[in-house]
């Protein structure tokens, strides 16, 4: 159990939808980062926000966006959704954008199907 | 640019046999380096971390790694794999220079036999 709580656990969309993932931060955790874990390869690093604003990006396109609220919450939103999009998604907190200083704790992350 | 690659995609060991899983990384500074173990459906949970001092580390479940500068590794080591260590490992490197972030290996699924 990392405290860190990520929903649905599934979700499968239609090629050009929108979908929104969420994810619930340890208490206390003003950092969250999210990562894309395709089929056979490791997480890649998506965004990660500190206190409500994008506090640094990877190589993924704008329709690739997120939210952090206050209350330890946030989400991810990708619009147009492709095919290769396909993965499960990570979300992991941490009490400061400096990980090195502090653990990042991983949720059980969403997986997304694209048809 | 860093890296971090983890040569065997699959290992396949018997229970209460040794293991080790190999890890190489590409970093210009001082490398942060962990490992991670992912069960199926599951999130990925912290075995241990390096960030300096003794070279080898010790973590849960009884992994340890040890680090190796002139290699460039941080290969993870166990004396006697039990059959509920069959997972995914990841072998990561976090990047100091901008956002601190992950960059992961691709991960090495290991199988235990009974």
């Known amino acids: 159990e990392t405290g860190v709580t990520q929903s649905p656990t599934h979700l499968i969309k239609t090629r050009g939808q929108q979908v929104t993932l969420r994810c619930s931060s340890q208490?206390?955790?003003?950092?969250v980062s999210w990562y894309q874990q395709a089929l056979g390869q490791g997480p890649q690093f998506i965004f990660q926000?500190?206190?409500?604003?994008?506090?640094g990006r990877g190589n993924f396109p704008p329709r690739f966006s997120g939210l952090q609220f206050p209350n330890y919450s946030s989400e991810l939103n990708v619009n147009a959704l492709e095919l290769d999009d396909s993965a499960l998604y990570l979300c992991?907190?941490?009490?400061?954008?400096?990980?090195?200083?502090?653990?990042?704790?991983f949720g059980q992350g969403t997986r997304l199907t694209v048809v | 640019a860093q890296s971090v690659t983890q040569p065997d995609i699959h290992i396949t060991v018997s229970e209460g046999a040794s293991l080790e899983l190999r890890c190489n990384y590409s970093?210009?500074?001082?490398?942060?380096l962990f490992w991670y173990v992912q069960s199926p459906g599951q999130g990925l949970q912290l075995l241990l971390k390096?960030?300096?001092?003794?070279?080898l580390v010790q973590g849960i479940k009884g992994f340890e790694a040890e680090f190796k500068r002139s290699q460039s590794s941080f290969n993870l080591r166990k004396p006697s794999v039990h059959w509920s260590d069959a997972a995914e490992y990841f072998c990561?490197?976090?990047?100091?220079?901008?956002?601190?972030?992950?960059?992961f290996g691709t991960g090495t699924r290991l199988k235990v036999l009974a």
């Open positions: 992991a907190s941490s009490l400061s954008p400096e990980v090195v200083d502090t653990e990042a704790f």
């Open positions: 208490s206390g955790h003003n950092t």
């Open positions: 926000y500190y206190r409500e604003e994008e506090n």
């Open positions: 970093y210009g500074a001082t490398p942060y």
């Open positions: 390096y960030f300096s001092g003794d070279t």
């Open positions: 990561a490197v976090v990047t100091t220079s901008g956002t601190y972030k992950y960059i």
